[in-house]
């Protein structure tokens, strides 16, 4: 048996599963609402390999849902601040911080061949449909999340492959893009999304604007970005139980 803390995830998913999910390597790219709950589920089942890549700093308004944002933490590099959090849970986990944004101009810095499980959790639109189209190229398991803002029902939640995304405006974009390009993912891919798109209610004076991406930025909730971030850790954790059991 492995030592106490993971004794309850080896009782349900078995030693043999267990071991494999320390051997897996993943990347996530994107350390924000719904990355660093799906790092901090990664770990926390037995995940050592992982790779968190992220360009930004700690903001005071990530504090209502980012895992890792509290008010000591603002103005730390996020993926630095995320790997101390997850070190702490297993001091045993190899957890490479990666201050860098992926684009087009730096994908070549990335050897995404060499990850078991590639995982997007990027907001940018070209820099996530960059990721899509390369990640979907490799050997790699590709699970991406698409756009947790605006929504309320936790029920409303899902997953389904990424041509067959309903309702969620960051998954019309990325397949109008693509279509217009006439580029294509390498492959299927599964997605974690949610139908629901509320307005936002704030007034004028809460309407920032991300002046580096030219696009509004929407209001969102924890309990929805912990879930769409702890869905992508299970879709990790599923394939590799499926995987191992077949």
């Not at 048996?1 to 043999?16: P, V």
């Not at 990664?42 to 968190?52: D, E, F, I, K, Q």
């Amino acid at each position: 048996m492995e030592s106490a803390f993971s004794n309850r995830t080896e009782l349900l998913l078995g030693a043999d599963v267990l071991g494999r999910l320390h051997e897996v390597r993943v990347i996530l790219f994107g350390a924000g609402g719904v990355g660093s709950w799906c790092a901090e589920g990664l770990v926390r089942s037995g995940v050592r390999h992982l790779t968190l890549v992220d360009a930004d700093r700690i903001s005071e308004s990530n504090v209502n849902r980012q895992l890792m944002a509290t008010r000591r933490t603002v103005g730390q590099v996020k993926v630095e601040a995320l790997r101390e959090r997850l070190l702490e849970i297993d001091p045993e986990a190899d957890i490479v911080a990666v201050q860098r944004i992926f684009s087009a101009e730096t994908a070549d810095s990335f050897d995404l061949s060499s990850y078991d499980y590639i995982l997007d959790a990027i907001d940018s639109l070209k820099d996530k449909a960059e990721l899509i189209l390369r990640g979907t190229r490799t050997p790699a398991v590709f699970f991406s999340a698409m756009g947790a803002a605006l929504k309320l029902d936790p029920t409303k939640v899902q997953v389904a492959e990424f041509w067959n995304v309903r309702g969620c405006p960051l998954g019309a974009a990325l397949r109008k893009r693509f279509k217009q390009n006439h580029t294509w993912p390498g492959h299927k891919f599964r997605c974690v999304y949610d139908e629901e798109v509320l307005p936002n209610r704030g007034g004028e004076a809460l309407a920032e604007t991300d002046l580096f991406n030219k696009a509004q930025i929407n209001g969102s909730l924890v309990h929805i970005t912990a879930i769409f971030g702890m869905t992508l850790a299970g879709l990790v954790i599923q394939d590799v139980y499926q995987k191992m059991t077949a």
